[in-house]
């Protein structure tokens, strides 16, 4: 009987890695697109918010095996790094944005999606103006590239205001507009979340996404908010899931060339 060679064994190895391959999704952004499960305590304390990006790995399940036709491997890890109240600056600043440099292979995806916090005048330690906004969307899209890496930029989601004839309006101001011109001006697949969320908010009718999308929440209802809750930036579950899949179906159309 023949035995099996490192080389052989090598071979073989490298050979299961190139059928099987990987491809890692990094979602870099603010709170609408944070896993809130990665937190300690998180049914006790901060039960039932969450981000789009806690929802958007469970898009991926019908793909058990073959390959993902627009990804190109045969498997996705969603890797949520967003973190509530950052900017693209202090995303930057904390050192978040170089963990998933750092760590980013060749053909890993990153998914970018910020607005909330840079527009945020009233707030200075996160606030940052338009040219600054296009500036940092620039670096995460050139060192994603560097690292062989593709980037997608993502118009921030639709909040839950201001409304006008019964359509959900942009209340991101010339935001979008700015992530609009980066992918333009570098050439980077875009998914214009705020457009769609509006559209699908819209098309839902103000009372129900109130109720059943945002963090509306009626007293004594959820441990963590005894009191209630009205917040109409962040998401239930069924708010991330409805938005998750407006993500995921957008992505599935892009050219990733």
Do not use: C
Not at 22 to 48: H, N
Not at 67 to 95: C, L
Not at 207 to 223: H, I, K, Q, S
């Amino acid at each position: 009987m023949m035995v099996p060679t490192f080389l052989t064994l090598f071979s073989l190895l490298l050979s299961f890695f190139e059928t099987s391959s990987v491809t890692t999704i990094y979602l870099i952004g603010d709170s609408t697109v944070a896993d809130y499960t990665l937190e300690a305590d998180y049914q006790s304390k901060r039960y039932p918010v969450a981000g789009w990006g806690q929802e958007f790995r469970s898009y991926f399940h019908d793909f058990q095996s073959g390959e993902i036709p627009f990804i190109g491997t045969d498997s996705v890890r969603v890797d949520d790094r967003a973190k509530g109240g950052r900017s693209t600056r202090t995303f930057f600043q904390e050192g978040r944005w170089r963990a998933v440099y750092e760590a980013l292979k060749p053909g890993d995806i990153v998914m970018v999606q910020f607005g909330h916090n840079d527009g945020a005048v009233d707030k200075t330690e996160r606030y940052v103006d338009i040219e600054g906004y296009k500036e940092f969307l620039r670096l995460f899209v050139s060192q994603t590239r560097e690292k062989g890496g593709k980037p997608i930029l993502l118009t921030p989601v639709a909040r839950n205001y201001p409304w006008k004839d019964e359509h959900l309006q942009n209340v991101h101001r010339e935001y979008p507009d700015a992530v609009k011109a980066v992918a333009a001006e570098l050439a980077v697949p875009l998914i214009d979340l705020n457009q769609l969320s509006m559209d699908v908010f819209s098309s839902k009718g103000k009372d129900y996404v109130t109720t059943n999308y945002f963090m509306n929440l009626e007293a004594g209802r959820y441990p963590a908010y005894p009191d209630g809750q009205k917040d109409n930036t962040h998401f239930q579950p069924a708010g991330a899931r409805a938005v998750a899949g407006l993500v995921f179906d957008a992505m599935k159309e892009l050219d990733f060339d």
